[in-house]
């Protein structure tokens, strides 16, 4: 082969002057030609026999080489060679191929080199210590070192300057380097705090109200950290920001498997009073309140008795009221309820009366973190709390509305018509 070369050689410097402009453009175009004859020979034809063999394996590691394109600046190295052997038979060309074809392969083996490192994220990512431990902020941070190395190296060679000639120059920039890559220090020390700490994972769910940042972290990079909110909108925090300002991580919640409930009923004041033995007779009858008014009973009556309450007065002694009744009701009720946890916090408590009523608060925790499940749970114990409420002579608090300002003034009309006040009776809420 190298003798018909040698032979189309001399045939075409018979045909050529050499050392001729029009000699030297002659075989530039055909090494050209040649080189883009073997990227097309190697791209679209060697590259598919790799990548058909490839995707028939059993591996799945190996299909992560086609998806990041791995392959694909190979095929840039096969006219790099070329050009290599090709300028060897014309020393007397020009020097511009030789300047320019060190610096491209340098460049096309750091870019083989990137997706090979983005191969081998991808392949970490698709195990659990992943989310806790990511690494995509120390692969950008790799990436950084090998593309200023090599354009280190590609400035040295073309200046013909030793690599180390220049980096030993670099310390009277220091101070610019330091402002330019600002941000990519501050995030490197930041990616490091997070990952050491546990602060924050891909998957957790993370508020930042400066932000307008509410979801789930779908992505931790060196310079930034993705939240997809509920909305699927998503926000893209500077991932130095976590370590300036605050943030709320809601994982504590999922690792613990209980999430709050806490939310208060408004109690018209003006409905609380004494239960009466006919009350309590009726109140009995509910099963899951029976013991504790036989217990409280007991203990009224004992405490009556030893200190001799004069029980025609009824604010004498100890007596139950409806809304203590009530109370007592609802910690019973979210004893028994299977979806309400029994080990955590578990309170049900009044708050300082306000001017929209008395709030009772419901304080608990549920066995399920899902969110929509914990709507639907919260929503049937307050559905049930709701209805309940009337059992007990107790009345919600609701600020008076359109209908209620109607049922007033039929009153009214009624009044004035001469009916008597005891005949119409309008029990408007919260009035």
Known sequence: MENGISQLIDLVNQVLEPQTPIYYLFWSVVLIVAAAVSFILVRFIILRFIHAAFRHTRN??????????????????????????????????????????????????????????????????????AQRYPIRGYIQIVKIFLYIAVGIIIICYLLGESPWALLSGLGAVTALLLLIFKDTILSFVASIQIVMNDLVRVGDWIEMPQYNADGDVIEIALYTIKIQNWDKTITTVPTYKLIEGSFKNWRGMKVAGGRRIKRAILIDQRSVRFLEESDIQRLRKIQILKPYIDAKERELKE?????????????????????????????????????????????????????????????????????????????????????????????????????????????????????????????????
């Open 60 to 129: 799945k590691w190996d299909d992560l080489l086609i998806e990041k394109g791995v392959f694909g600046p190979v095929a840039l190295l096969a006219p790099a060679i070329l050009l290599h052997y090709g300028l060897r038979l014309f020393p007397e060309l020009p020097d511009f191929f030789r300047q320019l074809l060190y610096p491209f392969v340098l460049f096309d083996i750091a870019l083989i080199l990137d997706r090979l490192m983005a191969v081998g994220e991808a392949i970490y990512e698709r195990y659990p210590v």
């Open 303 to 431: 405490y009556n008795a030893v200190h001799a309450i004069d029980d025609s007065v009824k604010v004498n002694g100890r007596r139950m009221t409806n809304l203590g009744t009530f109370r007592a009701y609802l910690v019973e009720y979210l004893k028994q309820h299977p979806k309400i946890r029994k080990d955590m916090t578990f309170l049900v408590r009044q708050l300082a009366p306000t001017p929209d009523g008395l709030p009772m608060e419901i304080y608990v925790f549920t066995n399920d973190t899902v969110w929509a499940n914990y709507e639907a749970i919260q929503a049937d114990i307050f559905d049930h709390v709701l209805a309940c409420v009337p059992e007990f002579g107790l009345r919600i608090y609701q600020r008076p509305s359109g209908h209620d300002l109607e049922l007033l003034g039929s009153a009214s009309t009624c009044r004035e018509g001469g009916t008597k006040a005891h005949d119409v009776f309008v029990d408007i809420p919260g009035s």
